[in-house]
Structures are given as C-alpha cells and as structure tokens.
C-alpha cells in the first residue's frame, strides 16, 4: 500500500516552503537537509547574504531574498556577524552557483550545508514577496530532502502550531553568556580587521569606556564603536544593573537582536530605567532603540511585514537629510506614545513610522536602523562618532 501521508513532490523537486495558510512552494534545495519553521520574510538587499544570515536578530526566521542572484560571490571567514548563522534559512530564486569573488573560499551552499541551514532556490521570489507585503509575514516551514519526500500535511500543522514572533523572547538565546571586551577595529580591503581601535593607533589613549548590553548584537557594532574611540566590554543580555556599573562605564550601548521588545524588556527595561537615571550617556540601536522607547513608558507594535534590506530612506527631521539605511526589524515604537521627554528625530520614507528617537532632559538616544550597515550604505555612521562625542564630554 502507497505511503499517503507523503504528497509526492514535482519532478525534480528538493525543497518546499509551506506555508500556515496552506500556500505550498516548490523548489530546489541546498545547503543542509531538514526542516525548520519560523516566520517568513523579505530583505531587499542586492549583497550581504552572509552577514544577513549571521544577524541573530534573524533568529527564528526564514529570510526570502528578493535579488535574484544569491550566492554568486560565496563565503568566507571575515564576512560574518556572529559565529554562527542564526536565520533558519533562506528562499532564493536562481540556482546557487559556484562562486565568483577572490575573497571566496567556500561556495555559499557548502557553507550553508556545514551551519546546517537550509536553502530553498528557483522560487519566484517576486510572487512570494508580494504575498508577504499583502498578506503580512507568515508562519511556514523550510524542508530539503535530497529524494523529494516530504510530509506536506505534517509541515502544515507544524507551521500553524508555531505560536509565531509576538510574545516571545529570543534575546537570552543569542546573547553571549559571559562578559568579554572588544578591541577589533574596522575592516580595510587587503588588511583584515585592525586590531586595535583608531585613538590607541593615533596614540590618543584608550578613550571613554562603554559597556554595551547584548541582545543579539552584530559584530560591526563593536567595531564601529572601537573605531571612533570607545572601549567596549560587552554584558549578555540579562546582566542586571549593579552587574554594569561594577566595570565603571562612562556611558551605555543597547544592541539590536530578534523577538518581542515587549517580551525582552520584561528584564531589560527595569535595568534600561535605572541606568538612564545615572545620567549617563546611552545608545540603542534596532532592538536597543525599542527598549529605551519602553523604559521611558513609549509603546511598541508588531509591524505588517516589518523592514529588512539595506536600501531604506529615512529622513532626519533635524535638516532633512535623507539617509539611506539598513534595516531588519519587525516591530517598531509607536510615535504617538513617546512621552513628553522624547521626540522623534528620524521618520521612515516608506512609511512614515520611528526610525529615531531622543531624549529631552538627558543624553539618550536609539535609532531603529543599522548605522554600522554590513551589509549596506555607510550614510548613518556619524551616530558612533556623536556617541563618542557625548561619552568623552560626560567623562
């Protein structure tokens, strides 16, 4: 007797994405055979696809890249945001190629396959990018079977029952688990990274100290801040307030990372509060910015479809420069509920929501964008060197 339980796949078949609403998606897969389900989204990025991959604020999510050639380029050692990818895997819509750059050393679906992450590729990305802006960001399911045998009903039920992103905390999953410092500079092309920050090469000295709290914190954040002149010691995610002051910080970092501010800021905003009452100065970015907009009493929403890709404008209301940023997130502060002690300083030109905030009567500020890009444009680093500014006149 046939097997019902397995709806066969069409010939040549791989890989599927199914969906919660029953959408079922077709194609071929790569890199590690399984499953894994998480929410479904889009980033509009045209390069980057392994520092995307290695965002942890991509955690317990399936990324869906709209430009069509992913993987072109391969991957390599240097072009990482964590150790370890944590977006679940990724839909694509050409055929990963073997790669084409001199800095590769491993094709994009070897290393996929090596971090056990599953890809998914000749999707018609467009159609599928168009139904998450309809319809909002789905549950679903991401599977390779290298025979094309697939349980479709039983992806179905696991990606209705996944609760979804709301409500959850993944904060404390991706955090480091013990204090460490930073000193790793900045890229430069034939060099790496440097090894020490610009004021130690320029024999300023070692420059006002940050502690920075990671909630799911890239990489070229804390190079960034080492670039303009900080030390920078990191603190995982839950370390209390007593745990932050003991290492005598001139001011404080709020990272970005994945989940529910709400969820993450029922510890972090106590903490957040009571840091902000030393009057010291603070920073937060993504995930970072939203839980400063909670500790001053702001609310914060679960967006449509959220904003992923390196190439969104936001206008700063100071001048009206426009920048071209990066961003990944799929909540935002809602405007309206700022308190009277902040002000918006940066809108979104898609539409229209925070993109920064400040506060009035003390030296805070969070933006909800990527200033440290990585991938994309550089307009937004001006924000380390402000922080810095602030740091060294509060010392």
Known sequence: MADTRHTPAPLG????????????????????????????CFNTAMTGYQEVMTDPSYAAQIVTFTFPHIGNVGANYEDLEADNPFALGCV????????????????????????GRIGLSGVDTRALTRKIRVGGAPNGVIAHNAKGEFDVEALLRKARKWPGLEGMDLAKEVSCRQMF????????????????????????????????????????????????????????????FDEVMAHEPDGFFLSNG???????????????????ETGKPLFGICLGHQ????????????MFQGHRGANHPV??????????????????????????????????????????????????????????????????????????????KAS
């Not at 029953?22 to 929410?39: L, R």
């Not at 020490?196 to 100290?209: A, I, K, M, T, W």
């Open 258 to 276: 994945p989940g529910d501010p709400a969820a993450t800021g029922e510890y972090a905003v106590p903490v957040i509060q009571k840091l902000l």
């Open 92 to 115: 694509v819509r050409q055929d990963v190629t073997a790669p084409s750059n001199f800095r590769a050393v491993q094709g994009f679906d070897q290393w996929m396959k090596a971090n």
């Open 315 to 392: 206008k700063r209301l100071s001048d009206g420069r426009v920048e071209i940023t990066s961003m990944n997130h799929g909540f935002a502060v809602e405007t309206e509920s700022l308190p009277e002690n902040a002000r918006a300083t940066h809108v979104s030109l898609f539409d229209g929501s925070l993109a920064g905030l400040e506060l009035t009567d003390r030296p805070a500020f969070s933006v909800q964008y990527h200033p440290e890009a990585s991938p994309g444009p550089q307009d937004s680093t001006y924000l380390f060197e402000k922080f810095v500014d602030q740091l060294e």
């Open 291 to 302: 839980l400063l907009g909670l500790a001053v009493g702001a609310r914060t929403t679960k």
């Open 181 to 240: 410092r930073w000193s790793q500079g900045l890229w430069r092309l034939g060099q790496g990274y440097e090894g020490s920050p610009s004021r130690l090469r320029e024999g300023l000295g070692e420059g006002p100290h940050v502690v920075a709290i990671d909630y799911g914190s890239k990489r070229n954040i804390f190079r960034n801040l080492a670039d303009a002149g900080a030390r920078v010691t990191v603190l995982p995610a839950t370390a209390t």
């Open 13 to 40: 078949a791989t890989g599927v994405l199914v969906l919660a609403d029953g959408s079922v998606i077709w194609g071929h897969g790569f890199g590690a055979e399984g499953e894994a389900v998480g929410e479904v």
